[in-house]
Every structure is written in structure tokens, then in C-alpha cells.
Nanobody, 120 residues
Framework: QVQLVESGGGLVQAGGSLRLSCVAS????????MDWYRQAPGNQRELVAL???????KYADSVKGRFTISRDNAKNTVFLQMNSLNPEDTAVYSC??????????????WGQGTLVTVSS
């Protein structure tokens, strides 16, 4: 099986920074897009950032200039560096990967989510 393991969430005060990591493991031949989503209580889940296999990135307008997504293909890992955090960033952050398995099956794999709480 293919799994995503996330880390880096926690409690931070406004203006602070956190770095989220998401590591994919298992029978993986290739990982295409890797994404970060977030969902605040009572809100819809939204796409925060996306990075393609080639390294092209997209960001939600609300996080541009503050968040940076990156990936290490050799380690099957995606990162989300979050700076200048504000209480509106409080949410459960989850990662998603589009994976081609070792036996050539396309898979969509989600992480378990990690809670980011920003206090004022």
C-alpha cells in the first residue's frame, strides 16, 4: 500500500512560522502532483498549494507571499513552509498525492491531516 505521513502541525502565535512535511511511502513508481489542502471548522476544504512533478507551483490567493510549497522527489516528500501566520490560517491541513504505483496503477492518496492552530 501507499501511505502519506504528515508532521509539523501545532500551536503557534500570530506572526510565527511552521513547516509541514508529508512523506509518501510504499510501492511507488512515480508521484505526480502533490497538494496541500486545509479545512477550518465549519468551512469547505480548500486547496492551499500544489506542486507538479516538474516543480511548477500554484497557491491560493490567501497564502501567496506567505506560504511556500516544495518537494524532494528523491525522498518522496512535500513541504509547506508557512510564514507570517495569522488566526485565519487555523485549520486541519492535509496532503494529497497522485501516485503511479510500482505495478503502474494510478492512485490518489491522502494524508491523515495535521492541525495548525494560530493564536492571536
Amino acid at each position: 500500500q501507499v501511505q502519506l505521513v504528515e508532521s509539523g502541525g501545532g500551536l503557534v502565535q500570530a506572526g510565527g512560522s511552521l513547516r509541514l512535511s508529508c512523506v509518501a511511502s510504499g510501492s511507488i513508481r512515480r508521484i505526480n502532483n502533490m497538494d496541500w489542502y486545509r479545512q477550518a471548522p465549519g468551512n469547505q476544504r480548500e486547496l492551499v498549494a500544489l506542486i507538479s512533478l516538474e516543480g511548477n507551483t500554484k497557491y491560493a490567493d490567501s497564502v501567496k507571499g506567505r506560504f511556500t510549497i516544495s518537494r524532494d522527489n528523491a525522498k518522496n516528500t512535500v513541504f509547506l513552509q508557512m510564514n507570517s501566520l495569522n488566526p485565519e490560517d487555523t485549520a486541519v491541513y492535509s496532503c494529497r498525492a497522485g501516485v503511479i504505483s510500482s505495478d503502474w496503477r494510478p492512485l490518489e492518496v491522502w494524508g491523515q491531516g495535521t492541525l495548525v492552530t494560530v493564536s492571536s
